[in-house]
């Protein structure tokens, strides 16, 4: 059976890589791997690729940057010739970025059949294209993969059958169970001279912290009066550093001591780091995922969350954008009163293998 498998944006990378190949290594499949080219930037692309050991895509789209409905209309125009081309049994897309998507729609429409990996998750918050994209692409998708059970509960309610949805756990928890202990040998630490657990990790991208100077200087403001205590690393992604000359906010940066503005790192390299950390302040929601399995405490820079199990069960907690919250937050760090989390069902490192699974029931029926 031939599986086209999407990748567009750095989160995909880690939810497809272990999937890709607990399915290359079965002769009941034929994985055809494919990528937008949404992310396109070595450092938040090809290292991954490489650091992974995922094979060079079977087809790249280059598509690049662009306003939402510009860059989800590139990515439906060039896959839909990849489908015209290869006729695929399944479409598999992950997460909720444009190209995930983009191509369910476009295979939909072939009547070609999706899956939806990492489906089901909800923030019920409609101003985020994130959320737009996750609600587009259950509805339409055919296998619904779920990280954990609310997502289970919230597509139930939605109206979707029982029969799609299957609870197989966290895919990107596979990868950091393999590939954690090579990112233990990664120099990472000694080249930034950070010490371990002894400083802060920043991810921060969103639009609504970024793209609005107000948001992007309650944020700045708790980072300075943090960078007093404890050193704060910051792999700055394009968009954000972007905003940051557009607002003239470097001097701000640049008088903080104890603060590095460092370019993205690969995943190893983020992977040491966020294993190392006192702390992690972040917006994504992948890495409120990679906290909550190793034991790091994580402050989520946002108003909600489409990963609440993370905060029920993990070690995150939600700041929003209120300067003195990420403050008290962290000094509850610091003064060693945080809580502890446990490791979610089935985020054991064996989500690809029931995934497979999944699909083999789904082709023999």
């Known amino acids: ?28 499949f034929e994985p055809i791997l494919v990528h937008t080219g949404q992310h396109y930037d070595n450092n938040m692309s090809h290292i991954f690729f490489e650091e992974l050991g995922l094979p060079k895509p079977d087809k790249y789209l280059g598509v690049g940057s662009g306003n939402h409905g510009e860059q989800t209309a590139k990515v439906m125009i ?10 695929p049994d399944l479409v598999m ?21 999706v899956a939806h990996l990492e489906a089901g998750l909800r923030s019920f918050d409609r101003k985020m294209p994130e ?37 197989v756990g ?30 802060g990790l920043i991810t921060l991208h969103r639009p ?15 980072f300075e009066y943090i960078d007093k205590e404890l050193p704060l690393i910051y792999p700055i992604h394009p968009r954000a550093l972007k905003q940051i000359q557009r607002f003239g906010l470097n001097n701000r940066f640049d008088q903080m001591k104890n603060f590095q503005l460092i370019s993205p790192v690969g995943y190893l390299d ?22 909550t399995v190793l034991g790091i405490p994580c402050l989520t820079i946002r108003e909600n969350t489409e990963r609440p199990i993370t905060i029920t069960q993990g070690t995150n907690v939600l700041v929003g954008l209120d300067t003195e919250k990420i403050i008290s937050e962290t000094e509850k760090i610091l003064s060693g009163n945080w809580k502890h989390g446990k490791i979610p069902q089935y985020w054991d490192g064996k989500t690809a293998e029931r995934v497979k699974n999944v699909f083999k029931t789904f082709f023999m029926n």
């Not at 059970?149 to 109206?159: F, I, P, S, V």
């Not at 966290?170 to 371990?196: F, Q, R, T």
């Not at 294993?275 to 992948?286: I, Y």
């Open 1 to 28: 059976m031939k599986i086209v498998m999407v990748v567009g944006a750095r989160p995909n990378y880690m939810k497809i890589a272990p999937v890709y190949f607990a399915i290359a290594k079965d002769s009941y």
């Open 78 to 87: 060039a896959f839909e010739k990849v489908l015209f081309d290869e006729k």
């Open 93 to 113: 897309v992950a997460g909720d970025v444009n190209s995930t998507a983009a191509c369910a729609i476009d295979a939909v429409k072939l009547h070609i059949p």
């Open 131 to 167: 959320e737009i994209n996750r609600i587009v692409t259950d509805v339409i998708s055919d296998i619904l993969l779920t990280p954990s059970l609310d997502g289970n509960r919230n597509l139930q309610k939605e109206g979707i059958h029982k029969e799609k949805i299957f609870f």
């Open 170 to 199: 966290n895919a990107m928890i596979d990868s950091l169970k393999k590939y954690e202990s090579i990112a233990d040998d990664s120099p990472i630490l000694e080249k930034l001279n950070l010490i371990s657990k002894n400083y």
């Open 208 to 222: 609504r912290n970024v793209d609005i100077k107000n948001n992007f200087e309650k944020i700045i403001s708790a």
């Open 270 to 291: 983020f992977l040491k780091l966020q294993k190392n950390a006192k702390l992690v302040m972040t917006d994504s929601g992948g890495i409120q995922e990679e906290t």
